[in-house]
């Protein structure tokens, strides 16, 4: 199983501060041949279902507010969130799906300082 | 607007079954392959298994921790998904989200159904 790893495990930043969260995969999640990563972005707050942020590392979801960007390739990953506001206080998760069985990460929890 | 809405859940004591559903509505059901996902109390997300569409084989994989114990369904009639979990361990205590998504991540998801394993 691919193992994913998120750093850190929470962090505290300022309201219009950046914020960055790392996702490591164990093995690269890049499908060669559509030059894809499999790797895709989940927000959840509390008492909520996740929200799908992010997919092929990148690409932003529907309605998802340009302020939250996905970017890397093959093993290292990152979300970034150029901006933070109030309503992004929630537990962030990297997921790949390039592989079964699909893997998560162990959770970036993200507060204001 | 998609809505998908579990329901089944419950106490249920070690060693016991139940069975969860999932309801579907606002896209074609029978085009989607559908997954299990469980949070356990205070802790991440597990991905428990999924079920490809029939025009896809209409084949289901599983997390190793519930394989040959849990079983995942799919009535495309009903617009229904099902997840029959038996051997029920109290590890399998976690709120159980069922969710659409195969090449583009899990982008829908319900509210979740509780499942209780205790003595």
């Known amino acids: 199983d691919i193992v994913m790893t998120q750093s850190p495990d929470s962090l505290a930043v300022s309201l219009g501060e950046r914020a960055t969260i790392n996702c490591k995969s164990s093995?690269?999640?890049?499908?060669?041949?559509?030059?894809?990563?499999?790797l895709a972005w989940y927000q959840q707050k509390p008492g909520q279902p996740p929200k799908l942020l992010i997919y092929?590392?990148?690409a932003r979801e529907s309605g998802v507010p340009d302020r939250f960007s996905g970017n890397g390739s093959g093993t290292d990953f990152t979300l970034t969130i150029s901006s933070l506001q109030a309503e992004d206080v929630a537990v962030y998760y990297c997921?790949?799906?390039?592989?079964?069985?699909?893997?998560f990460g162990g959770g970036t929890k993200v507060e204001i300082k | 607007e998609v809505q998908l809405v579990e329901s089944g859940g419950g106490l249920v004591k070690p060693g016991g079954s139940l069975r969860l559903s999932c309801a579907a509505s606002?896209?074609?059901?029978?085009?989607?392959?559908m997954n299990w996902v469980r949070q356990a109390p205070g802790k991440g997300l597990e991905w428990v298994g999924r079920?490809?569409?029939?025009?896809?084989?209409?084949?289901?994989d599983y997390a190793a921790p519930v394989k040959d114990r849990f079983t995942i369904s799919r009535d495309d009639s009903k617009n229904t998904l099902y997840l029959q979990m038996s051997s029920l361990k109290t590890e399998d205590t976690a709120v159980y989200y069922c969710?659409?998504?195969?090449?583009?991540?899990?982008?829908?998801w319900g509210q979740g159904t509780l499942v209780t394993v205790s003595s």
């Open positions: 093995q690269s999640v890049l499908y060669s041949s559509n030059n894809r990563n499999y």
């Open positions: 969710a659409t998504g195969a090449a583009t991540g899990l982008g829908y």
């Open positions: 997921q790949q799906y390039y592989s079964t069985p699909p893997t």
């Open positions: 079920i490809k569409t029939k025009a896809d084989t209409g084949t289901s």
């Open positions: 606002g896209f074609t059901f029978s085009n989607a392959w």
């Open positions: 092929w590392a990148s």
